[in-house]
């Protein structure tokens, strides 16, 4: 199993850009049966899918964010990233990066530990 | 749009047989996946593709369904299962994915 950890600053202020990075490490991130994803969790919640997005650059994301929302990928880091804009408050939660397979209906295994973002106004 | 609804928090007595539903249209028609959280840690699959087992996991975790109902079951359940559990789909209507809201085990 590959091992996923999240980095990123932990506070960002509210109208400005959340920009958080996944390093994978123990694996490439370039094997073609897998697509890496993002899911969050506000604090004391559930939890929240956000995207997920293929070597090759093809992605996709979560309808409520796709707006607002940049994932991109750098294979030549063996790191994948996502971009947010426009930050409220609802967008405090921890931020976790996971792997899965290329089928749709497939689980999310391994995770990264989370990285909790705060939004201050 | 589509919704998965889960249990009310469950509570247990060590040994004793742990089930936690999850309710959502068409669940018998694809893939259900449950997660456990333990309090500061990242979720973990502990059943995939609705009944499958990870290596790693004990067999006193089984995964069940029937018409729009997914159960995990935790036999035998120890004082380490206490945590959060979620399950999660595809949704295809919506083109995403789809978590439930969590059901919280205490074991007792």
């Known amino acids: 199993q590959p091992q996923l950890q999240e980095s990123g600053p932990g506070l960002v202020k509210a109208s400005e850009t959340l920009s958080l990075t996944c390093t994978v490490s123990?694996?490439?991130?370039?094997?073609?049966?897998?697509?890496w994803g993002w899911i969050r969790q506000p604090p004391g919640k559930g939890l929240e899918w956000i995207g997920a997005?293929?070597?090759?650059?093809?992605?996709y994301s979560n309808p409520s964010l796709k707006s607002r929302l940049t994932l991109s990928i750098d294979t030549s880091k063996n790191q994948f990233s996502l971009t947010l804009r426009s930050v409220t408050a609802a967008d405090t939660a921890v931020y976790y990066c996971a792997r899965r397979e290329t089928t749709r209906a497939s689980h999310y295994d391994p995770w990264g530990q989370g990285i909790l973002v705060r939004v201050s106004s | 749009s589509n919704v998965l609804t889960q249990a009310p928090p469950v509570s247990v007595a060590p040994g004793q047989t742990a089930r936690i539903t999850c309710e959502g249209d068409?669940?018998?028609?694809?893939?259900v996946h449950w997660y456990q959280q333990r309090p500061g840690q990242a979720p973990v699959v502990v059943i995939y593709d609705t009944t499958g087992r990870p290596s790693g996991v004990p067999e006193r975790f089984s995964g069940s369904y029937s018409p729009d109902t997914a159960t995990l079951t935790i036999s035998r359940v120890e004082a380490g299962d206490e945590a959060d559990y979620y399950c999660?789909?595809?949704?295809?209507?919506?083109?995403?994915?789809?978590f439930g809201g969590g059901t919280r085990l205490t074991v007792l």
């Open positions: 068409h669940l018998g028609y694809t893939n």
């Open positions: 123990g694996g490439s991130i370039t094997r073609t049966s897998y697509y």
């Open positions: 997005i293929y070597y090759s650059g093809s992605s």
């Open positions: 999660q789909v595809w949704d295809s209507d919506n083109n995403r994915v789809l």
